[in-house]
């Protein structure tokens, strides 16, 4: 089997909080929400369809607190491809996801910077031509 990328970790703080940021304002599915030992749960959220997902960590201790929302350093950590740009950008603006930037078109597509609940600076794209 090739090899390929299957989860990135994003420090969160609670888990019920980010699962309802992904799922209700981001549109996510909950693809697996597993109890396991001292309170820790394995839980994953993927775009509908998506190969690839997040797995929402609850961070320990002070150093992975200081994390949270910052496990870039402040650049573009993320990015969340789409078929139709103006679609999303629209309904994450009306369900209250704070861009930070206008719409700009580039060489490579449609773009426009935002944050998640955290400060986690994402770019929602819509790529000139979309390859799957």
């Known amino acids: 089997m090739p090899q390929r ?3 990135t970790a994003l420090l969160v703080d609670e888990y019920d909080t980010a699962i309802d940021f992904f799922v209700e304002k981001l549109g ?41 929302g910052n ?3 402040g650049r573009v950590f993320l990015f969340l491809e789409t ?10 603006t009306q369900r209250g ?6 719409p700009r078109h580039e060489p490579y597509g449609i773009v426009a910077v935002f944050e998640d609940l955290y400060g986690n600076r994402w770019d929602l794209i819509e790529p000139v031509t979309v390859t799957r």
Not at 31 to 36: F, G, H, I, P, V
Not at 38 to 52: L, T
Not at 83 to 92: E, G, N, Q
């Open 71 to 73: 496990q870039s350093g």
């Open 5 to 7: 990328l299957n989860l």
């Open 97 to 102: 996801i704070r861009f930070v930037e206008k």
């Open 83 to 92: 078929d139709d740009f103006a679609r999303d950008h629209l309904a994450y």
């Open 28 to 68: 996510f599915e909950l693809r697996d929400d597993t109890a396991l030992t001292d309170g820790k749960r394995w839980v994953v959220v993927a775009p509908h369809g998506a190969a690839s997902g997040l797995l929402l960590a609850r961070a320990v201790g002070a150093r992975q607190r200081g994390a949270i």
